[in-house]
């Protein structure tokens, strides 16, 4: 009898604490956002220096600025944390005039000795920043970038010394200049430098700092951090606190544009010399220059931003409390637009758009269209028997486009048979040979396997994604069906499949390509034989002569006219197989205003805010057939 | 049934008496389980969804990765009832040993020529990547006027079941009676292919959970003493895994591209991988219930008898004790079956479970749930599965409550 | 006592090693490693990082010298999120699914001791068969399945709850519902069973024959001895349930240690997965131990060996 009474009481009593629990956790406090939007998967850091994704480059775009930013609707250079800029006849010097109210969110002046502090470790080969090649038009930058490497005897170098290894770590070691006189190679790749500093030669011996806290260093030998190019080489000059001065290797008629994109965003020097990383990246800690400041993070839920107080052009910015949610699902992100959980979202789970497209009449906040990019399969040119050009012609023409676009992808993807999406102005589509089954059996026989026979198995690597898995699928099952080859799909995990495709490890692979500036140059420097992005290990002298001139030609058109050159060079060679062109996906609730498409699916918060009279048709939804 | 007969089976080798007394006693359960209708519905549903598993390629359906994406997501239609389908390539099949005994031929050039690198360690690499290669060129070129047609790998029996299909029922196939997936893939076969998997799944990884776990019990229970004590004391100890978690981290690992290539090497897919590792955690409770009915066994008369005729200590276990383990194996197996279908279902939420182009039940719920939206409900592709799934998950159990039963009421609790 | 809880700490100390020691190595044996970037690093850079973190160094070393860290509480930094520790992700992570899993707890010990309890009451009629099924049902489904079809009926058709997320208690009945449903119905199972028991013993006709009302037997005389096996079934639900929770976690997009383990294990996250690991294990330990702990207190005829 008393065992079961106390069983009821300690079940009860065990109930209620469980409800305690569960309310204590739940805060409750967190007011609603103005707006909300999915931000797609968690982001990988704040920090503009180390990131590279879109939804990264939504939070790093509301939370800083840059010298210059892009205009929401044109994507044209407006003026930023610079309110004014000369360049200079040859197109090779920029000056920069900062503006004297850009504040940091702790209320300090946003100087140019924030921006070369920046940059230059955003250069920095420690940093490693995977996008540092979009600072590579600055003049010695790619050299200094690359360290160790970068430097030749005679160059004159810096070498930083070994701090600490209690020491903050975003802090630099003490630095000397001097002169390179002769790099000594050890075992396993490593160097020494010797080095001549006032007329005394020195022979450094890059470590860590552990190491060099640790163990006196080998007889006739200093250690240091690392020694590379002296950056007062590099043509990143402060001229006085609100002026600097940009010198670029050569003229690049893009490059106020990707001024305004995230990696060269400034950040603070104070905030990470205090906290090192990546504590200085907490909600509590970071300083920025944004017209946003983060407020709240919580990892895989939401990253919650309010307007700076300290922010240049507040009067502007007209959302408040802006929150980004990390929903990985594009179901679940649909479910809770459709419940007026989110204000926007990017994409659309593929089966809800084939029937949100069709809907009559026509949604009031859907809009897709084209933008500047690619989707495409890369060819690995170095094994058999993709080495052959008839081959992959024939690959190429084997594929049914119009059935993948159809069937795969409902929001109105058009197939592509080029490299450059159309849209840049006066540039000149080039593209590959249409579809031709017949000529492709016919290319294939030529080649020596006629229907197919002996043609060893292919493997098509995709990144794991639903929507790249069922194309490779689909076009596994056209080759299967057209050439009666064998073909295999295979499918890793973001960080893997790019090890692979480095590593040459693939056979096809699926790639995208998304335009970093408006030009027709962010997708054809990808292909020249030097480039990181080369994978395909095809290799093409003309084409990086064509590609090379181009960077030298002042006058647009010509530069256009090689371009075209290069491009149908390419796509006469195909080691890329063109599939199609991505659209925009966004679905913007009708009230939200300062929303555009434009050519890069780029999309500023801080553009943005919400009008619910609604009196005017919103411009998101104009050119809509 | 399976019930009485391998009872009987292990009747024979025990003593007359106590045989005479396996035998009522199974032959009662017997009885007692054909009392139970729920159960006796459920055996029968379950046998022949069994059949019909092992049948499938002999049966009239479409090819289950027949890709038609003009039909895309077709809703269920019964008329007209059949369809015709393109037809096997014979000439293509009757001339396939001929060409693989040439690629044989090379493959033993190659293979020697492995062996002489691997002695002299140049070129292991080279050689090895050709060897693979020439054996994948194998596999597809017998596979080849089967993959045509959609069908994915078969085994040699399958083979030959499509083959006697095709001349069976010739060019007619089934309508999709459940409606068709994203890539106008027929659900119908869909979802018999997949019951071939999934069932298979459940079966083989629950007996290698069965194996360890019998024996492992029996032993502990038998030898007794301080080997029991620490047998007995690493299961508690593993009780304490999270092993769903350790399972996931366990197949990503195993799925990075040079293992897996490693393993595929040796024979093990991501199946494989999986019975292992579940029949590795399913063998728990098992033992701890076999050691709990052997320890009480042994003080038994025909042990004492088999033991006074000096019967070897393995001879004892494995003979005497194992089949009067049956009751609880039984029950145990019943039990487990679904639990570890459900839990490759899971795997497959997750995208661990089987790859394409293989389907399972889980597989084809989970794809039935992704293109569930608000917008519009493709409701065949999340029913259906969920109906096979559901119903033949709902039948093991109420196998499993009454063979329980019937075999022992007082196992109830266990 | 104090001997037991002793051992039993031993006992954990042990299976946490040995869970760490099998992930580290597995973990070592996977190619690429935290530093794979996209861009090749300068030779120098590679070897310093190397040094920093002792990826230089024999493995046996490497093995000796995380071991210390994580004995120390430190399970180092994530692969893939800069940001964040994994500290600081459990930290984040922890009291969410604590949370989500106490309700989900609440849900299926109430709902599965009424269904279980009608359902006996109830017996042979057609309500007990229907009871039954749904309960069934519960067990024979998979649990996104569930939540798929509760999607659509309580956010869509009926809009009562929200799609997804985490702040309000609104947002957490849904997933809490989810996860709790197969154990609510394995607790109606086990419910009704142990009720159909005692509802047949002899005290209870006893009672019964002295005028007990119908409600005051089955509250007061047959609940009480229905309820021990619903108690002993609770240690293997909650193990249940923190799993569980991988799924409806995904799902309801609530940022939980589910969450994180499975993107954690998808996108090759090992340092973070493998603390998750480490974790979950001392939850299960102290679970199971808690458990043995309440019988003990519960029924005094449980002695602690």
Redesign the interface.
């Known amino acids: 009898m008393s065992?079961?009474?106390?069983?009821?009481v300690?079940?009860f009593l065990l109930?209620s604490l469980?409800?305690i629990?569960?309310?204590?956790?739940?805060?409750?406090g967190?007011p609603p956002a103005d707006f909300t939007f999915i931000n797609e998967s968690?982001v990988?850091?704040?920090?503009p220096a180390?990131i590279?994704g879109q939804p990264e480059g939504r939070i790093a775009t509301s939370i800083f600025e840059g010298v210059v930013r892009n205009d929401p609707e044109t994507l044209e250079p407006i003026p930023g944390v610079a309110k004014s800029w000369e360049i200079s006849e040859d197109r090779l010097v920029y000056t920069f005039f900062l503006r004297d109210n850009a504040r940091w969110s702790d209320g300090l002046l946003v100087t140019a000795y924030d921006f070369a502090y920046s940059w230059r470790r955003f250069l920095d080969?420690?940093t490693?920043?995977?996008y540092?090649y979009q600072a590579w038009y600055i003049k010695n930058a790619h050299d200094y970038s690359?360290?160790?490497?970068g430097i030749q005897p005679g160059d004159p170098v810096e070498i930083e010394l070994n701090l600490p290894p209690t020491a903050i770590n975003t802090l630099r070691g003490e630095v000397l200049h001097g002169k390179l006189i002769r790099i000594i190679p050890r075992r396993?790749?490593?160097?020494d430098f010797l080095v001549e500093i006032d007329g005394k030669e020195i022979t450094y011996r890059?470590?860590?700092?552990?190491?060099a806290a640790r163990n006196d260093p080998p007889e006739g030998v200093a250690w240091c951090?690392?020694v590379l190019l002296d950056f007062r080489e590099v043509g990143i000059k402060v001229i006085d606190e609100l002026t600097m001065q940009i010198t670029l290797e050569n003229p690049t008629p893009y490059f106020l544009g990707l001024l305004g994109f995230y990696p060269l965003y400034p950040v603070n020097q104070k905030c990470l010399e205090t906290y090192g990383?990546?504590q200085w990246?907490?909600a509590d800690n970071i300083v920025t220059n944004g017209a946003y400041k983060i407020v709240f993070r919580?990892?895989?839920?939401r990253i919650r931003m309010i307007k700076s107080e300290y922010y240049w052009n507040r009067e502007n910015v007209r959302l408040e409390l802006v929150d980004a949610?990390?929903?990985?699902?594009l179901?679940?992100a649909?479910?809770?637009y459709?419940?007026d959980?989110a204000d926007w979202i990017g994409d659309v789970?593929?089966?809800?758009m084939?029937?949100?497209i069709r809907e009559e009449p026509p949604r009031n906040d859907l809009n897709p269209v084209p933008y500047l990019s690619s989707y495409f399969y890369f060819v690995n040119t170095q094994i058999k028997p993709l080495d052959d050009v008839r081959i992959r012609r024939a690959l190429s023409m084997a594929l049914d486009r119009e059935?993948i676009t159809s069937?795969?992808l409902p929001a109105g993807e058009p197939p592509s048979l080029s490299l450059v999406s159309p849209g840049i102005e006066n540039y000149r589509t080039q593209t590959a040979d249409a579809e031709n089954p017949e000529l492709a059996r016919q290319l294939f026989a030529e080649a020596g396997y006629p229907e197919g026979h002996g043609f060893?198995?292919l493997e098509i690597l995709t990144n794991?994604h639903?929507a790249h898995q069922?194309i490779a699928?689909?076009i596994r099952?056209q080759w299967?069906r057209v050439l009666g080859i064998?073909v295999k799909?295979r499918n890793?995990?973001?960080?893997?499949y790019?090890?692979?495709l480095?590593l040459g490890?693939y056979d096809l692979a699926r790639r995208g390509w998304i335009a970093d500036y408006s030009d027709p140059n962010t997708f054809l420097d990808m292909f020249t034989t030097n480039s990181?992005q080369n994978s395909t290990g095809w290799s093409n002298a003309k084409y990086d002569e064509l590609l090379e001139l181009a960077q030298i030609e002042p006058d647009p058109d010509k530069r256009f006219r090689l371009l075209e050159q290069a491009e149908r060079i390419l796509l006469d060679e195909l080691p890329m197989i063109p599939i199609y062109t991505y659209v925009s996906k966004n679905m913007v609730k009708p009230y939200v205003r300062g929303f555009y498409n434009n050519v890069r699916d780029d999309h500023p918060v801080w553009a943005m805010w919400i009008d619910r009279s609604q009196e005017s048709p919103n411009p998101f939804l104009r050119g809509r057939q | 049934m399976p019930t009485a007969r391998s009872t009987e089976a292990g009747g024979i080798l025990l003593t007359p008496q106590v045989s005479r007394k396996g035998m009522s006693l199974s032959q009662d359960a017997w009885r007692r389980l054909r009392k139970n209708r729920v159960a006796m519905i459920s055996l029968v549903a379950i046998v022949s969804i069994c059949i019909l598993a092992f049948l499938t390629p002999l049966l009239p359906l479409q090819a289950p990765d027949h890709?038609q994406?003009a039909l895309?997501?077709e809703e269920p239609t019964i008329s007209p009832f059949w369809l015709p389908t393109k037809p096997l390539d014979m000439e293509l099949v009757s001339q396939t040993p001929q060409v693989v005994a040439h690629l044989e031929t090379e493959l033993t050039d190659l293979k020697l020529r492995y062996e002489l690198a691997k002695q002299s360690g140049e070129n292991l690499d080279n050689a090895r990547r050709q060897l693979r290669?020439k054996e994948?060129?194998i596999q597809?070129t017998i596979q080849?006027p089967y993959?045509?047609l959609g069908y994915p790998s078969l085994g040699m029996l399958s083979r030959a079941m499509v083959r006697a299909r095709f001349a069976l029922f010739g060019n007619q196939c089934i309508n999709s009676l459940c409606g068709r997936d994203?890539?106008g893939r027929d659900l119908l076969s869909r979802l018999f292919w997949g019951a071939r998997i999934s069932l298979l799944v459940g079966l083989v990884a629950t007996i290698v959970s069965l194996v360890i776990g019998v024996n492992y019990g029996a032993i502990s229970g038998y030898c007794g003493g301080w080997i029991d004590d620490a047998m007995m004391r690493f299961v508690d100890v593993l009780y304490s895994v999270p092993f769903i978690f350790v399972v996931i981290f366990l197949l990503t690992i195993l799925g990075?591209?040079s293992i897996a290539d490693e393993l595929a090497y040796w024979g093990i897919n991501r199946i494989t991988v999986f019975f292992l590792v579940v029949g590795a955690i399913y063998w728990l409770t098992m033992s701890r219930v076999v050691r709990g009915q052997v320890i009480s066994l042994k003080h038994e008369l025909f042990v004492e008898a088999a033991r006074s005729l000096a019967a070897s200590q393995s001879r004892i276990i494995f003979l005497h004790l194992l089949p009067n383990l049956l009751s609880v194996v039984l029950v145990y197996l019943t039990l487990t079956i679904p639990r570890v279908m459900l839990f490759e279902a899971f795997l497959s939420f997750l995208?661990l479970g089987v790859e394409?182009p293989d389907v399972s039940w889980g597989l084809l719920a989970n794809e039935g749930i992704?293109?569930?939206?608000?917008?519009?409900i493709?409701w065949w592709l999340i029913l259906f599965p969920s109906l096979a799934l559901g119903a033949t998950l709902l039948a093991l159990n109420f196998l499993g409550d009454g063979v329980r039963d019937a075999l022992d009421p007082r196992l109830r609790d266990a | 006592m104090t001997s037991f809880m002793v051992r039993r700490l031993l006992w954990m100390a042990i299976t946490l090693l040995v869970v760490y020691t099998v992930s580290f190595f597995l973990m070592r044996s996977v190619p690429?490693g935290p530093f794979?970037?996209?861009?090749?690093?300068?030779?120098?850079?590679m070897?310093?990082?190397e040094?920093?973190y002792n990826l230089d160094k024999p493995l046996y070393q490497q093995y000796l010298i995380e071991l210390g860290k994580v004995v120390r509480g430190d399970l180092g930094y994530s692969y893939?999120?800069?940001?964040?520790t994994v500290n600081?992700?459990i930290a984040?992570?922890l009291?969410?699914s604590?949370?989500l899993g106490?309700?989900a707890?609440?849900f299926a010990?109430t709902l599965g001791l009424v269904a279980g309890v009608t359902s006996a009451v109830l017996r042979g009629t057609w309500g007990d068969v229907l009871l039954m099924l749904i309960a069934t049902l519960g067990i024979a489904l998979p649990n996104f399945v569930i939540a798929g079809i509760c999607?659509i009926l309580f956010?869509?058709l009926l809009?009562l709850f929200?799609?997804?997320?985490?702040?309000?208690?609104n947002q957490?009945v849904l997933p809490a519902f989810c996860l709790g449903a197969p154990y609510a119905a394995y607790i109606a199972r086990i419910a009704r069973t142990s009720m159909l028991d005692i509802l047949s013993q002899d005290h209870i006709r006893t009672a019964r024959a002295k005028g007990v009302g119908p409600l005051r037997l089955i509250l007061v005389h047959a609940l009480?001895?229905a309820?021990?096996p619903v108690?002993s079934f609770l240690g293997p639900a909650v193990a249940g349930i923190l799993t569980g929770s991988l799924v409806v976690e995904?799902?309801?997009?609530i940022?939980g240690l589910g969450?994180?383990f499975v993107?954690a294990a998808?996108?090759?996250d090992y340092t973070l997965a493998m603390g998750l690991v480490l974790l979950y294990t001392l939850l299960l330990y102290v679970m199971n131990w808690l458990v043995d702990l309440?019988y003990a207190?519960?029924?005094?005829r449980v002695e602690l060996e």
């Open positions: 065992s079961t009474s106390r069983t009821l300690a079940c109930g469980l409800l629990v569960v309310w204590s956790t739940l805060e409750g967190l968690e990988k850091s704040v920090d180390l590279s080969p420690r490693a920043a995977e540092a690359l360290g160790g490497s396993d790749e490593e160097r890059p470590t860590d700092d552990s190491e951090r690392q990383a990546p990246t907490k919580r990892i895989r839920d949610l990390a929903v990985e699902s179901t679940t649909l479910n809770l459709l419940t959980k789970p593929p089966p809800a084939r029937e949100l059935e069937k795969l060893p198995r794991t639903e069922a699928e689909l099952k299967q064998t799909t890793e995990e973001w960080g893997a790019n090890a692979s480095r490890k990181e | 890709a994406t895309q997501y290669r994948a060129e597809d080849a993959r045509q994203l890539l990075e591209d995208g394409p992704k293109v569930i939206t608000p917008v519009k493709y | 690429g794979d970037r996209e861009r090749v690093l300068e030779p120098e850079i070897k310093n990082i040094k920093r893939k999120i800069n940001d964040y600081e992700v984040e992570g009291p969410i604590v949370a106490s309700l707890l609440i010990t999607i956010v869509f809009p929200p799609a997804a997320g985490w702040g309000d208690f957490l009480r001895g309820l021990l108690v995904q799902i309801f997009a940022p969450s994180h993107q998808l996108q090759k309440s207190l519960l029924d005094p």
